[in-house]
């Protein structure tokens, strides 16, 4: 039987599409899906028919997750990937900023106490971190007997910074505050290299310290004459106080700085022994039943319940930025990015994004308050904030470049830990 008059011509064209095809897969065609030369036949038709994708599809999977649609959306998903533990510290330094400036508009406007704001935030951390860890099966939520010791100490040191830093919001605007607090990470790295095998502090680091104190000094200004040097609008702000309330604010921030030291130092001898938010758990439960006990004990310090609105739309935020806080500073902090996108130093950027509250508490120190600081406050600031920095650049530096024999050390040291804890 004789073809078609037609068939030479589809033919040929069928022999074209084939060769764009094949030309498409080669790399010259970018849109080109098929892995094998088309052919309009039922045997080709079936290879190319949808199907479900079942779970052993992994090669699958991650070959289509893999691929990028565009070249700009490529670069974002492996930046977001390579820095995704740092954002995570820098938003939780806002929601930190957030939390310490509504602390100061109740002490300063509502009058509340700092033991019945401590009350009210750490009450609702502790529910919600409760139910945390009901929902989400948290391993051992009341720790393991090895740790127990330790978690109680994180717990009440912690109290005693988080209630420095609430006493001294009430006469320190809320920059130089939070600048006071960035001495914990220094008196940290010196404590963890007496406490901690391996742990260093080098000369260098020592003499950081000592100039961070002089920026302190320089925060108190006690041999000023005025009351009141930050420059404000008139209104009543945290910089309306007179001489002596400021240099007792600075002392009692700087006891707390010891007990927040205290706190850090422990979660870094606790490290993987406990999960993260049962050291949360233990810290809001410990300072809630201390600040119970003490507006039950201080005459002048009476339990109240919030008269208004604003109040308790203010103290409702403060519960919620702070467990917003501690959960993504933990998640930030412990996050590890791929292999292949890892770099050195991931731990140490993601550890000075903890210095940027200082940016969100000058943020709000002028719109909230309206105050800027002194030249004397800018001067002490930048020496506590550099030499934070420094400190924990030279620490994490330190750990890149230990020893095979030191990393051998230290898993023999994790090892016989977990050994430990598997028998009891």
């Given at each position: 039987?004789?073809?078609?008059?037609?068939?030479?011509?589809?033919?040929?064209?069928?022999?074209?599409?084939?060769?764009?095809?094949?030309?498409?897969?080669?790399?010259?065609?970018?849109?080109?899906?098929?892995?094998?030369?088309?052919?309009?036949?039922?045997?080709?038709?079936?290879?190319?028919?949808?199907?479900?994708?079942?779970?052993?599809?992994?090669?699958?999977?991650?070959?289509?997750?893999?691929?990028?649609?565009?070249?700009?959306?490529?670069?974002?998903?492996?930046?977001?990937?390579?820095?995704?533990?740092?954002?995570?510290?820098?938003?939780?330094?806002?929601?930190?900023?957030?939390?310490?400036?509504?602390?100061?508009?109740?002490?300063?406007?509502?009058?509340?106490?700092?033991?019945?704001?401590?009350?009210?935030?750490?009450?609702?951390?502790?529910?919600?971190?409760?139910?945390?860890?009901?929902?989400?099966?948290?391993?051992?939520?009341?720790?393991?007997?090895?740790?127990?010791?330790?978690?109680?100490?994180?717990?009440?040191?912690?109290?005693?910074?988080?209630?420095?830093?609430?006493?001294?919001?009430?006469?320190?605007?809320l920059s130089e505050a939070t600048v006071i607090t960035f001495l914990a990470p220094i008196i940290t790295c010196y404590a963890c290299s007496l406490l901690i095998p391996g742990e260093t502090f080098s000369r260098r680091q020592q003499v950081a310290a000592v100039i961070s104190l002089g920026g302190v000094f320089l925060i108190a200004r006690p041999f000023s004459s005025s009351s009141n040097e930050v420059k404000g609008e008139g209104k009543e702000s945290p910089s309306d106080t007179d001489a002596y309330h400021h240099i007792l604010a600075t002392i009692v921030a700087s006891l707390g700085v010891l007990g927040?030291?205290?706190?850090?130092?422990?979660?870094?001898?606790?490290?993987?022994?406990?999960?993260?938010?049962?050291?949360?758990?233990?810290?809001?439960?410990?300072?809630?039943?201390?600040?119970?006990?003490?507006?039950?004990?201080?005459?002048?310090?009476?339990?109240?319940?919030?008269?208004?609105?604003?109040?308790?739309?203010?103290?409702?935020?403060?519960?919620?930025?702070?467990?917003?806080?501690?959960?993504?500073?933990?998640?930030?902090?412990?996050?590890?990015?791929?292999?292949?996108?890892?770099?050195?130093?991931?731990?140490?950027?993601?550890?000075?994004?903890?210095?940027?509250?200082?940016?969100?508490?000058?943020?709000?120190?002028?719109?909230?308050?309206?105050?800027?600081?002194?030249?004397?406050?800018?001067?002490?600031?930048?020496?506590?904030?550099?030499?934070?920095?420094?400190?924990?650049?030279?620490?994490?530096?330190?750990?890149?470049?230990?020893?095979?024999?030191?990393?051998?050390?230290?898993?023999?040291?994790?090892?016989?830990?977990?050994?430990?804890?598997?028998?009891?």
């Amino acid at each position: 039987m004789r073809d078609p008059p037609h068939s030479d011509h589809h033919q040929s064209t069928q022999e074209e599409a084939d060769k764009d095809v094949t030309a498409s897969v080669q790399g010259e065609h970018p849109d080109a899906p098929l892995p094998t030369p088309y052919r309009d036949d039922p045997d080709s038709l079936a290879e190319y028919e949808p199907r479900p994708i079942s779970d052993d599809d992994d090669e699958y999977d991650s070959a289509e997750s893999a691929r990028p649609r565009t070249k700009w959306a490529a670069s974002a998903r492996i930046f977001w990937l390579r820095n995704k533990g740092m954002f995570l510290v820098l938003l939780a330094q806002m929601f930190g900023a957030s939390m310490n400036v509504m602390t100061q508009i109740l002490e300063i406007h509502s009058s509340m106490h700092p033991f019945q704001v401590l009350f009210a935030r750490m009450s609702i951390t502790a529910v919600a971190s409760y139910i945390y860890m009901y929902l989400f099966k948290t391993p051992h939520p009341l720790g393991t007997r090895p740790v127990l010791g330790l978690l109680l100490l994180r717990a009440t040191s912690g109290f005693m910074g988080v209630y420095g830093l609430y006493y001294s919001v009430q006469y320190l605007p809320l920059s130089e505050a939070t600048v006071i607090t960035f001495l914990a990470p220094i008196i940290t790295c010196y404590a963890c290299s007496l406490l901690i095998p391996g742990e260093t502090f080098s000369r260098r680091q020592q003499v950081a310290a000592v100039i961070s104190l002089g920026g302190v000094f320089l925060i108190a200004r006690p041999f000023s004459s005025s009351s009141n040097e930050v420059k404000g609008e008139g209104k009543e702000s945290p910089s309306d106080t007179d001489a002596y309330h400021h240099i007792l604010a600075t002392i009692v921030a700087s006891l707390g700085v010891l007990g927040a030291a205290g706190a850090y130092t422990s979660i870094r001898m606790i490290g993987k022994r406990a999960h993260p938010l049962v050291s949360v758990t233990y810290f809001s439960s410990v300072t809630t039943v201390i600040s119970a006990a003490a507006m039950a004990l201080i005459p002048g310090v009476p339990f109240r319940v919030p008269s208004t609105g604003l109040e308790w739309l203010l103290l409702t935020g403060l519960g919620v930025c702070g467990f917003l806080l501690q959960f993504l500073l933990t998640a930030g902090l412990a996050y590890v990015p791929p292999k292949h996108l890892a770099r050195t130093g991931q731990g140490s950027r993601a550890t000075s994004m903890a210095y940027t509250q200082v940016v969100f508490a000058l943020f709000y120190d002028k719109v909230v308050w309206g105050t800027t600081l002194s030249v004397y406050g800018w001067v002490g600031s930048g020496l506590i904030l550099v030499c934070a920095v420094y400190v924990v650049l030279a620490q994490e530096g330190g750990r890149s470049v230990s020893s095979p024999a030191e990393s051998a050390r230290e898993r023999h040291r994790n090892a016989k830990r977990d050994d430990e804890e598997a028998r009891v």
